[in-house]
């Protein structure tokens, strides 16, 4: 990974502070709302004490029989067709037992449903009634009471039989409609508002099971109803912006008054929906999605409102119906002296909250996003710079290690005074001294040779005197030896002596256009007698090679290359010289190969320097090597434009060197 790609990366860090801003904007939200549950929480108490105080009437500590208004004419023949927008509040006293009550402007009506698969039938006004399957109704009102029984022999319209003598205020005659099928018998029934009950009292009796339905007891109850005078005074008394529902001991919604609108919206756009998704998405995805409260719902079974029941106060945020507003919902007890009444339920919608995280968030991620593309873009731009002054120091590197003999150029950044900068600074001492101890080794040979020279006539003048001497004969060997050793002495400092003119041949070499093809052909022909008994072949074109440079030092080259092939081929081995040229910009490449050692592979980038050599066991004996054969051979490719390299074969190894020609010089005016 490149340090701009890094540097990038650690930019990414920053997105830890969005994210940080995104939990404090959760956090608030959070303090926000517990803040307005609080708020609302006492609003619902003071309210409870204000209901008490204005002598509103509260509901029984009892549970109750509800009386839901008709939503549409009910006709009373036994059937539950009328009741079915009803049904979904059925109340059952008994497993088995539904009962629904409802009133019009006029009438109270009664729907009784048993489940009863097996019957005993007989009329009320049989004396036998009393042993049959039948209903019997228990009217209450002020102090005054009175029961009625019902029963039927088959389906169609009864009369109930009065139980006790007619009272005041309550119906004499109660007639309706008895329809039964395989499982269950129906009873439908009206009385007068006028007449209507304060209290009923419900006993179902089954003839072949009597300890079914609670064995035949009463279940007297107050009837409760959605009273318009209490849904008044709630009304007056509810805060703005806030409904609120009485309900009874048992759930079932007295009065409501107020409106939970909340706060006008402050603006509205094309975008609420993604303010709404943001809400719900990130600030607030644990809100409750379910339904809110139904408006006409004659009893409520949520969660807050039962524990209100039970006496414990309890709070419910939803996703409002609108997109962009939260609903809030609370429920208390109503406590009367230590008697658990019944409870209120408030209900307030919000939509500055949603607005506020809203607007919060948004500015903390444009802000956040902000500062992210700016850090991004200095870091960005600072990682460039940085690459790109490692970039120089690099480049400058590896220009230091040029093998033409060039001066090693001053490194860039050496006067910056920051860590590059010390790199610097160490490269550039550390390149002195490379450069001091290479300019040490490349004039070496020329001191080495001159030095020598001298010592070395006169221990041959001395071996020349010494053999006119009458010496003794067991004195000839050692002479023998010391000449032998002055010889190769002398080898070696012509070899020394001869890569110095080398060297400074090359300086002054004019080029001459020649046919490169005719050099190596002359040579390869010169080296057959040389490298008996092993096999020479060339591969050479016969036609024209044009080359611009200097043939004598190709020649030259080429014979260090075969002397270097003959010192490592076995003598049934073999040699091969190849020339080829191509009409690029390629030029000619000379490969000489020979079968013998394969190169080490630690010394393929060392092998063409000066005084290095890699000749073990597989080399000559007798011959001075001082690594300064194959330097010459590079010094020549490198005047050609050209460069040499090794490589292994399978069976041996190939020099191969690369002429492009000597640049032509202009002549002078």
Not at 540 to 547: F, G, P, S
Request: a neutral charge; proline letters at 6%.
């Amino acid at each position: 990974m490149t340090l701009r790609r890094k540097l990038l990366a650690v930019a990414l860090s920053t997105l830890a502070l969005p994210f940080a801003g995104w939990l404090y904007v959760r956090q608030m939200e959070q303090l926000l709302r517990r803040s307005q549950e609080q708020a609302l929480l006492a609003t619902a108490f003071a309210l409870g004490r204000g209901l008490v105080a204005v002598g509103v009437t509260m509901p029984a500590a009892t549970r109750g029989w509800y009386v839901q208004n008709a939503r549409q004419p009910i006709v009373v023949d036994g059937y539950g067709d009328d009741w079915s927008t009803l049904s979904p509040w059925v109340q059952r006293p008994w497993p088995g037992v539904r009962v629904q009550l409802a009133q019009d402007a006029v009438w109270l009506y009664l729907y009784i449903e048993v489940d009863d698969a097996t019957r005993t039938r007989a009329d009320a006004q049989d004396s036998e009634a009393q042993d049959a399957d039948h209903v019997e109704l228990t009217m209450v009102r002020g102090a005054q009471q009175r029961g009625f029984l019902i029963a039927s022999a088959a389906p169609g319209s009864f009369q109930a039989q009065p139980m006790d003598p007619p009272v005041r205020g309550l119906p004499d005659l109660i007639t309706g409609q008895w329809q039964e099928d395989a499982g269950s018998y129906r009873i439908e029934l009206r009385v007068p508002r006028a007449q209507s009950p304060d209290r009923l009292g419900i006993a179902v009796h089954d003839a072949d099971a009597p300890a079914r339905f609670g064995g035949g007891e009463t279940d007297l109850r107050p009837l409760y109803s959605l009273s318009p005078s209490l849904s008044n005074d709630l009304a007056q008394l509810a805060p703005t912006g806030v409904r609120v529902r009485l309900l009874s001991a048992d759930g079932w919604v007295l009065a409501v008054g107020g409106t939970p609108l909340g706060e006008p919206p402050q603006e509205t756009g094309r975008l609420a929906w993604l303010d709404n998704l943001a809400f719900r998405a990130l600030i607030a995805p644990a809100l409750d999605r379910r339904a809110n409260l139904p408006v006409a719902a004659p009893r409520l079974d949520d969660a807050e409102v039962q524990r209100a029941l039970q006496g414990h106060a309890s709070a419910d945020w939803r996703a409002g119906t609108d997109a962009g507003n939260v609903l809030l919902t609370v429920a208390v007890p109503l406590d009367t002296r230590g008697v658990n009444r019944g409870a209120l339920v408030l209900e307030q919608s919000s939509r500055a909250l949603p607005l506020l995280t809203n607007r919060a968030l948004l500015g903390l991620m444009l802000a956040s996003v902000g500062g992210l593309l700016v850090a991004g873009a200095l870091l960005f731009a600072f990682a460039t710079w940085l690459s790109l002054r490692i970039g120089r120091l690099r480049d400058a590197a590896e220009r230091a290690q040029r093998r033409d003999g060039a001066p090693i150029v001053a490194l860039p950044l050496v006067d910056d005074r920051d860590e590059l900068g010390d790199l610097a600074r160490s490269f550039s001492r550390l390149l002195d001294a490379i450069g001091a101890y290479t300019d040490y080794l490349r004039t070496l040979a020329s001191k080495l040779s001159h030095e020598l020279n001298t010592p070395l006539a006169i221990v041959k003048s001395s071996l020349d005197n010494l053999e006119h001497a009458d010496l003794p004969a067991d004195a000839q060997p050692y002479l023998a030896r010391a000449r032998d050793g002055t010889a190769r002495l002398g080898a070696i400092v012509r070899a020394m002596s001869e890569a110095s003119r080398m060297e400074r041949a090359i300086a002054s070499t004019e080029g001459e256009d020649f046919d490169l093809a005719q050099v190596v052909r002359g040579c390869a022909e010169a080296y057959r007698p040389l490298a008996l008994p092993r096999a020479l072949s060339c591969m050479i074109a016969q036609a024209r090679v044009d080359l611009h440079g200097a043939p004598e030092l190709i020649a030259q080259a080429l014979d260090k290359l075969f002397d270097n092939a003959l010192s490592f081929t076995p003598e049934q081995g073999w040699i091969r010289i190849a020339l080829d040229s191509s009409e690029d910009d390629e030029g000619a490449r000379i490969t000489v190969a020979n079968s013998g050692p394969r190169l080490p592979e630690a010394m393929s980038g060392r092998l063409f320097d000066s005084l290095v050599s890699v000749r073990g066991g597989g080399a000559r004996i007798g011959v001075p090597h001082l690594g300064l054969g194959l330097y010459v051979v590079r010094l020549v490719a490198e005047l050609h434009q050209g460069k040499v390299e090794a490589h292994n074969l399978e069976d041996g190894v190939a020099f191969v060197m690369q002429l492009r020609g000597m640049p032509r010089r202009r002549l002078a005016r």
